[in-house]
């Protein structure tokens, strides 16, 4: 039963949630995945619908929400990352008051902190992906579900209701149909809810029904995530980095969360054993179809993909926490859980954060020093697309005004790919005529072999290597005529 201090303590530890996560968020540098977004929502919407119709249909009602917020805020990191900010302070809220329909104050402010601090949310709320956004849409769709259950709510407009709520959020990021399977499964060994699993049923179909576009595009587009395949399943990727980021967290999150769990089937009638029943499947039955999956069929396994099941962690912890059952001993565990968390979340809001050391900013800066109107820059696309260095030049642009694109064949919002069609070195001597300096600039790692066969390229056409630089990652060259 919700409590009159519910709304007040959730609007709190939501807003300290947003917070935690606003804080910095314009430090790290954009990486790769944060390119995708950007620059898909910078086409124009002919361009952005074309673009879904052949890849990322499962990004597309983010992208298209993008489109329209940048168009407003800008491309700033604080800008682009403030709507996931919000997200994960909506996710917190949302579980204040989902721990509060089954159990205490304490648990659900526990469980709410545990929100603000876990190393998915703090990532979620700096990453301008969807993650945040679906996770807060998954946390409000099980409030629903249980407000339903208690209510022994029949009527189809409520029902109705979830639906749409359950529609949207997968529409939003596919997989969070899992969270349905989740919801049935619940329903079913919750004897009290026999009545209501013929209207969640269909409920639930139709809303995966009104999902059948998105099912369908992401089917024929799973070559997307084949790259899925080289990374294969390991127990850091299942028990540590989709929710708490770093070994250490770890062993204290899991040690809590078993200890709920052993809690709640010593005393099973007791109404508190419902929710750890809950959140016990949210946070493993999703993870554990991804990965027969995985093993059975076709990759589709990622940590990130699992951050919508972040919140089922943070119940489950605030669950443990409550089971020590003596104070100090609760705040032990609070200390110790923050303690090993603190150097996670001032990490995650250092400039080279991202993607093992994105320093597009820094390269964008660097060129504007040095770099002048009417210099070339020819950009190494041999690294995996979402590293490739150009991608710095759409997403921190000042840095490039005036340079001439050597090896651009056609941009990216011209043509149905994320990124732009550019050309080989050898095949830019066209381009290369008309300056008298290019800047080449390379992923840093294993560059040896391929820097070589480039001025092997530049001398044969009038070019010397008369400077080299070496940034964060980057590498970039300096030839003149």
């Avoid at 314009?26 to 952005?48: F, H, K, V």
């Avoid at 249980?146 to 029949?154: D, F, H, T, Y």
């Avoid at 070994?247 to 009638?269: D, E, K």
């Avoid at 109107?373 to 697309?385: E, N, R």
Wanted: one cysteine or more.
């Amino acid at each position: 039963m919700r409590s009159p201090s519910t709304p007040r303590t959730a609007t709190l530890v939501g807003l300290a949630a947003a917070g935690s996560s606003m804080a910095f968020s314009w430090n790290p540098t954009y990486w790769g995945d944060e390119a995708a977004s950007i620059m898909s929502a910078q086409r124009s919407l002919p361009s952005l619908f074309e673009l879904v119709q052949r890849v990322d249909a499962v990004h597309g009602l983010y992208y298209l929400f993008l489109h329209f917020w940048i168009g407003l805020f800008g491309i700033s990191e604080f800008a682009v990352r403030f709507p996931s900010a919000i997200a994960v302070g909506v996710t917190a809220a949302g579980i204040v008051v989902l721990a509060r329909r089954f159990s205490s104050n304490r648990v659900a402010l526990i469980a709410g902190l545990a929100c603000i601090a876990l190393p998915r949310f703090t990532y979620m709320g700096l990453e301008a992906r969807a993650y945040g956004p679906s996770a807060a849409v998954a946390v409000w769709l099980t409030v629903l579900l249980i407000a339903l259950v208690q209510s022994r709510a029949q009527r189809w407009q409520y029902w109705a209701g979830y639906a749409l709520l359950a529609a949207f959020g997968i529409w939003l990021f596919l997989y969070l149909a899992l969270l349905l399977v989740v919801h049935g499964a619940y329903l079913l060994l919750d004897r009290r809810s026999r009545a209501l699993r013929r209207p969640w049923a269909i409920a639930s179909a139709s809303a995966v029904f009104a999902c059948a576009p998105v099912i369908v595009a992401a089917i024929f587009e799973r070559d997307q995530i084949a790259f899925l395949s080289t990374q294969p399943l390991s127990p850091d990727g299942i028990f540590v980095t989709p929710w708490f980021g770093t070994i250490f967290v770890a062993v204290i999150a899991w040690a809590l969360i078993v200890l709920a769990i052993v809690t709640a089937l010593r005393r099973r009638s007791h109404r508190q054993s419902r929710l750890t029943l809950l959140a016990a499947l949210w946070l493993i039955i999703p993870a554990a179809i991804l990965m027969a999956t995985t093993l059975a069929l076709l990759p589709i396994y990622s940590v990130r993909y699992l951050s919508f099941a972040t919140p089922a962690a943070a119940l489950l912890i605030g669950l443990g926490v409550d089971a020590l059952g003596r104070r100090y001993l609760r705040w032990i565990a609070i200390a110790l859980l923050v303690g090993s968390i603190a150097p996670t979340w001032l990490f995650q809001r250092g400039e080279f954060a991202k993607d093992g050391g994105s320093d597009w900013r820094q390269v964008s800066e660097w060129m504007s020093q040095n770099a002048s109107a009417g210099d070339g820059v020819y950009f190494d696309a041999s690294t995996k697309p979402s590293q490739r260095p150009r991608l710095g030049m759409h997403l921190y642009p000042a840095g490039y005004a005036g340079l001439v694109d050597v090896a651009l064949e056609a941009p990216f919002d011209s043509r149905p790919g994320l990124w732009d069609s550019v050309y080989q070195l050898d095949q830019t001597r066209a381009a290369l005529a008309s300056v008298h300096t290019l800047w080449v600039i390379d992923m840093t790692d294993s560059t040896v072999q391929r820097s070589s066969d480039q001025a092997h390229t530049l001398v044969g056409d009038g070019f010397r290597l008369t400077n080299t630089t070496s940034l964060h990652r980057t590498t970039i060259y300096e030839y003149t005529r």
